[in-house]
C-alpha cells in the first residue's frame, strides 16, 4: 500500500513563502504524476499543479506565476513552492499521485490526508 503524507502547511502572513511537502512511501512503478489540489470550504477540489516521473509540468493558470512544482524521484517527494501567496489561498491542500499508465493492472491513484495552509492578511 502507497502512503503519502503532506507536511509544510500552516498559519502564514501574506506575502510570506512556503513549501508544502509529500513523501510517498513504497516503491513508485511505471510513467506516474504527484501533484497538488486544493480545496477551501464550501468549494470543489481544484488542481494547481502536477510533475510527471519523466519532469513533464502542469499549472493552472491562476497559479502559474506564484507556485512552483518540483519533484525528487530518489525521494519520491513532491513540493509546492508557494509565492506570495494570498488570503484567497486559504484551503486544504492535498497531494496526489497517479498512473499515467494505460495498462488496466498498472492503474493507481492515492491521496494524502491534506494540510492545512492559512493566509492571513
Known amino acids: 500500500q502507497v502512503r503519502l503524507v503532506e507536511s509544510g502547511g500552516g498559519l502564514v502572513q501574506a506575502g510570506e513563502s512556503l513549501r508544502l511537502s509529500c513523501a510517498a512511501s513504497?516503491?513508485?512503478?511505471?510513467?506516474?504524476?504527484m501533484g497538488w489540489y486544493r480545496q477551501a470550504p464550501g468549494k470543489q477540489r481544484e488542481f494547481l499543479a502536477s510533475?510527471?516521473?519523466?519532469?513533464?509540468?502542469n499549472y493552472a493558470d491562476f497559479v502559474k506565476d506564484r507556485f512552483t512544482i518540483s519533484r525528487d524521484n530518489g525521494q519520491n517527494t513532491v513540493f509546492l513552492q508557494m509565492n506570495n501567496p494570498r488570503s484567497e489561498d486559504t484551503a486544504v491542500y492535498f497531494c496526489?499521485?497517479?498512473?499515467?499508465?494505460?495498462?488496466?493492472?498498472?492503474?493507481?491513484?492515492?491521496w494524502g490526508q491534506g494540510t492545512q495552509v492559512t493566509v492571513s492578511s
Open positions: 513504497g516503491r513508485i512503478f511505471g510513467l506516474n504524476a
Open positions: 510533475v510527471s516521473s519523466v519532469g513533464r509540468t
Open positions: 496526489n499521485l497517479r498512473s499515467l499508465s494505460s495498462a488496466v493492472e498498472g492503474q493507481y491513484n492515492y
